[in-house]
């Protein structure tokens, strides 16, 4: 892969950083009117997701990393992997590991197209789409009349996921979710 | 995709820029400073070493010369001193390749002022006063601070005696900086970094801030005197507010044969780094040599001040257009 100095560092771009590939969040420079520049950069790790700060000298470069972001369709899990195909009419699969997989578990639907991120061909992140429909499989029977605002239940969704709910949802409806705050927005 | 030609601030913050500057020069008016205007291009250019020079080819009446952007007014504004102009100042739009972000844009303007005799805690209180008359609302009071009292106070360190390794390990450590790309580093790059990313952010937070007693090795174009505690020390201030860098301040050198000293260690810096030589300025040494009043000077980024004055996130949010849209 290429070398990218500081002075390309842009949000997005894909670097390496203690050998681990990273996103770039943010790049702003440290400039002293009098002494030497510096590089003040936010990165994503992208494989335990956590943002960090770095300080680079201005000029300093860092590997490119081979990183790319493919749409693929759940299918199914063995149990050890969850496989994916890609949209692109290919029939291209790839299997996730359940470390890869993390919090997005908790919204897997089949078909449903999600993102892979792959990492030198292996994958090693799964974002769902920031909306998702799932059906409630468990929750207390629904509050007849109950369509103003004010309290909420827990229910559990085929997914697995388990969010909060307004009392009027029952058994078997299919809500829309929002995968990001993991918070019911409204009936499907 | 659509061409971005829009101004980068919007027309009512332009309108409060003029403003401001109207002030500027009001204040600067009442107290006999007069205004000059210089030429922004000039045969000899800045040898600093962090400064990166942007320059032009111009045909001339001798022929085809390179012609350097200035960095700020400084050496046309001290040409007029020695040539007896009294108090100066000027708006100069000035150039600083590479410098992008939110608080840098490669082309800016300086405010630049000059004034014979005065001492520099004079000129201190000279900037200090500006500064509040253009702000909203009081931003606190004026407090001094020595620069190895600020590394005393936040790192725990001495600016002039911490060995160089153990600044080396706390620089990587509180400004987030692989040991390894420090490993080769020498005193003034800890230095540099530890202030700008670890103190600087804490400055003039609710106060304005003066920072003096900067070591000797960063005296610039300022003259040099020993501190209380015996400590060589440049006889520089800086300003800060909300922890952005106004302003830097010189009692200003004045011997002609240690600013050519100073000229040619740069560029013999330069040429250890592997970075082009810039021009020396012979006529600002001819000048020097003609002999310039003592005094203090100051430069003040002046889009950084109407940035924080109107609250912007964004230098370039009070620039009609900022570099990438010109």
Redesign the interface.
């Known amino acids: 892969m290429a070398n990218y100095s500081t ?1 390309e560092f842009k949000g997005g771009l894909k670097v390496m950083l ?1 050998g681990d590939p990273c996103s770039i969040v943010e790049n ?11 590089n ?1 950069v936010k990165l994503r790790n992208l494989m335990t997701g956590r943002v ?7 000029g ?1 470069s860092l590997e490119g990393a081979d990183v790319m972001d493919l749409e693929m369709e759940y299918l199914y899990t063995d149990g050890d992997m969850w496989h994916f195909m890609k949209t692109d009419g290919s029939f291209e699969q790839y299997a996730v590991e359940k470390k890869a997989l993390g919090d997005t578990a908790k919204w897997l639907k089949e078909q449903v197209p999600y993102i892979i991120t792959l990492w030198n061909d292996k994958a090693i992140s799964v974002t769902p789409p920031n909306f998702i429909e799932l059906e409630v499989v468990e929750t207390d029977p629904g509050l007849k009349g109950d369509t103003a605002q004010g309290g909420s239940k827990p229910a559990t969704l085929s997914s697995g996921a388990v969010v909060r709910v307004p009392l009027f949802i029952n058994q078997g409806e299919v809500l829309k979710i929002d995968t990001r705050s993991g918070e019911y927005v409204s009936r499907a | 995709m659509a061409i971005d030609w829009q101004p980068s601030a919007s027309i009512e913050t332009l309108r409060e820029r003029a403003r401001l500057m109207a002030k500027v020069r009001a204040f600067f008016d009442q107290r006999d400073v007069l205004e000059v205007e210089t030429p922004v291009l000039g045969q000899g250019g800045s040898t ?1 070493v ?1 400064l990166v020079s942007l320059h032009a080819l111009a045909r001339t009446d001798r022929g085809q010369r390179r012609l350097w952007l200035q960095t700020s007014p400084e050496f046309h504004m001290k040409r007029l001193l020695a040539a007896g102009s009294g108090p100066i100042f000027q708006l100069a739009k000035s150039f600083r390749d ?7 844009n490669i082309e800016f303007t300086m405010l630049e002022w000059y004034r014979p005799q005065f001492t520099l805690d004079k000129l201190i209180d000279e900037t200090a006063t500006l500064v509040m008359s253009l702000l909203p609302s009081f931003p606190g009071p004026v407090v001094h601070y020595r620069y190895r009292e600020l590394f005393h106070t936040h790192l725990e360190v001495d600016p002039f005696t911490t060995s160089l390794e153990k600044l080396r390990l706390v620089a990587a450590e509180r ?4 040991a390894q ?1 420090l490993a080769g ?1 020498d005193r ?2 800890c230095l ?2 530890l ?3 670890v103190i ?1 952010p804490q400055l003039g937070q609710h106060e304005l801030s003066v920072v003096v007693d900067y070591p000797a090795s ?1 005296a ?1 174009l300022a003259q040099r005197h020993q501190d209380v505690d015996g400590e060589w020390v440049a006889s520089r201030f ?1 300003l800060y507010l909300k922890g952005v ?1 106004l302003a ?1 301040g010189y009692q200003e050198l004045t011997d002609a044969s240690e600013q050519r000293v100073r000229f040619t260690d740069d560029n013999a810096e330069r040429r250890r780094l592997g970075l082009p030589e810039v021009d020396v300025d012979e006529r600002l040494l001819a000048a020097l040599e003609h002999g310039m009043p003592t005094g203090a000077g100051v ?1 003040l ?1 002046i889009d950084r001040l109407i940035q924080l004055a109107l609250g912007k996130a964004r230098l370039e949010d009070v620039l009609a257009f900022s570099t990438p849209r010109c």
């Open positions: 002075n203690d702003e420079l440290v400039k002293p009117g009098k002494g030497q520049a510096f003040r960090g700060e770095k300080t680079f000298k201005s300093d | 600093d962090h590479g410098e992008v972000g939110a608080r840098h400004a987030q900086m692989s790309s580093e003034e790059t540099d970094l202030m700008s990313v600087e960063q610039a800086e860098e830097n430069a980024g």
